[in-house]
């Protein structure tokens, strides 16, 4: 485990230390979680979505004039909710996630270039709270939810006059963050990005 962990930092250090062209930037957001709860292959419709946000550095390198990879570290939130028995139990999560994408620019007009994306991130749970009430992390059965988190993301958006970014995408969780065997659990968030580089 202490391994796997291990590779997206290493990636990032061989991303930031290349001598092509590249800027620092910083990115922000809202998007709306999700989890995909199953118990022994069978899903689960009670859960619900919740708002999340993500805030955190980027760091963009050029390859090509059309092709550039974009590492960076993002706090981020997600969670769900469940209605039923009188109550609602609301789950917020934080991470600190890894994402590195690769984004083509694809048309361009004017001061305005479109974009696709598609990547990955590694994920890594800071806090996780039910109702307001705060549970320990960890690998063990008497963990609700594993530490380490990991998924696709696929995206599209806008470069405004070199610097600006309007963007929405969408991370796919592959990671099954439960610990019991006869369940599996999986984060998804759409979001919708703003940018700015420097």
Do not use: W
Request: charged share 15%.
């Amino acid at each position: 485990m202490k391994k796997i962990s291990r590779i997206p930092l290493i990636l990032l250090v061989a991303l930031l230390s290349c001598t092509a062209y590249s800027q620092f930037g910083v990115k922000g957001g809202i998007g709306i979680a999700s989890i995909t709860l199953k118990t022994q292959g069978v899903k689960s419709n009670i859960p619900q979505s919740v708002f999340s946000f993500h805030v955190g550095p980027t760091y963009e390198i050029e390859i090509s004039d059309i092709i550039s990879i974009e590492p960076g570290v993002m706090f981020t939130q997600k969670g769900f909710k469940i209605a039923g028995n009188n109550q609602i139990l609301k789950s917020k999560l934080l991470f600190i996630e890894i994402p590195i994408n690769v984004k083509g620019y694809i048309v361009e007009f004017g001061d305005a270039r479109l974009y696709g994306l598609a990547g990955g991130y590694f994920g890594f749970m800071l806090s996780n709270k039910i109702n307001g009430v705060k549970f320990p992390i960890g690998n063990t059965p008497n963990n609700l939810f594993k530490g380490f988190d990991a998924g696709l993301t696929f995206g599209s958006g806008v470069e405004l006059f070199e610097a600006m970014t309007v963007g929405v995408s969408f991370d796919i969780g592959l990671a099954n963050l439960s610990n019991d065997p006869n369940e599996t659990d999986r984060l998804s968030v759409f979001k919708l990005s703003v940018g700015y580089k420097f």
